[in-house]
């Protein structure tokens, strides 16, 4: 089992930034991609921006030039610095780890971090 442990959320005013962690501990071997998604009131999940473990990036258009997602394998930590945060950002964000393991690939979840951006 993997453990993911998100931190970082809050109540912020639009234009100002966050910084999310998630750490990921127990049978860290064989974790490959690491991401975030979020969660709005009322719509579906999301994929915010993912890495893998080589430090690819991919990010969803809405976010892009805005957030950067970044990754410390020595730490087993991902990160997703947030600026220039919008209304529309107000979410909950999940932090997310696929392990591979042979030929198998499991997915994990964090237990999500609220990020809401008000004035």
């Known amino acids: 089992q993997v453990q993911l442990v998100e931190s970082g959320g809050g109540l912020v005013q639009p234009g100002r930034s966050l910084r999310l962690s998630c750490a990921a501990s127990g049978r860290i071997f064989g974790i490959d991609d690491m991401g975030w998604y979020r969660q709005a009131p009322g719509k579906e999940r999301e994929l915010v921006a993912s890495?893998?473990?080589?430090?690819?990036?991919n990010y969803a258009n809405s976010v892009k030039g805005r957030f950067t997602i970044s990754r410390d394998n020595a730490k087993n930590t991902v990160y997703l610095q947030m600026n220039s945060l919008k209304p529309e950002d107000t979410a909950v964000y999940y932090c997310?780890?696929?392990?591979?393991?042979?030929?198998?690939?499991?997915?994990?979840w964090g237990q999500g971090t609220q990020v809401t951006v008000s004035s």
């Open positions: 997310n780890a696929d392990r591979v393991v042979g030929a198998a690939r499991y997915s994990y």
């Open positions: 890495i893998t473990s080589g430090g690819s990036t």
